[in-house]
Nanobody, 128 residues
Framework: QVQLLESGGGLVQIGGSLRLSCRASERSFGTYAMGWFRQVPGKEREFVAA????????SHADSVKGRFFISRDNARNTVYLQMNSLRPEDTAVYFC?????????????????????WGQGTQVTVSS
């Protein structure tokens, strides 16, 4: 069982920045793809970004391209989501997930069903 702990959420003004972190308990973290999703009440979990195990390839949702950036530090068992130019529509609970099954392309990790473990989520609120 992989335990994931997100942090870094909070209240920020429009145009501001936040960096989310997700630390994994598993030593083999460095062999798994990781992803960030977000969810608002009454809606399905939405893909934000994913990164392969080696950090050589990433994928970002069109809604966040050029504003959000996923990265990872395998030595620290941590994946990050740098969020810039935040908008009110970015308000959500953000979850990180880990996918144990290797895929041929990081693009396959845009679906929540590909992930085996999730963190508890961290709230991001963007206000005017």
């Amino acid at each position: 069982q992989v335990q994931l702990l997100e942090s870094g959420g909070g209240l920020v003004q429009i145009g501001g920045s936040l960096r989310l972190s997700c630390r994994a308990s598993e030593r083999s973290f460095g062999t798994y793809a990781m992803g960030w999703f977000r969810q608002v009440p009454g809606k399905e979990r939405e893909f934000v970004a994913a990164i392969d195990w080696s950090a050589s390839t990433t994928s970002h949702a069109d809604s966040v391209k050029g504003r959000f950036f996923i990265s990872r530090d395998n030595a620290r068992n941590t994946v990050y989501l740098q969020m810039n130019s935040l908008r009110p529509e970015d308000t959500a609970v953000y979850f990180c997930g880990t996918a144990l099954q290797p895929r041929s392309s990081v693009g396959h990790y845009c679906e929540a069903k590909r992930y085996d473990f999730w963190g508890q989520g961290t709230q991001v609120t963007v206000s005017s």
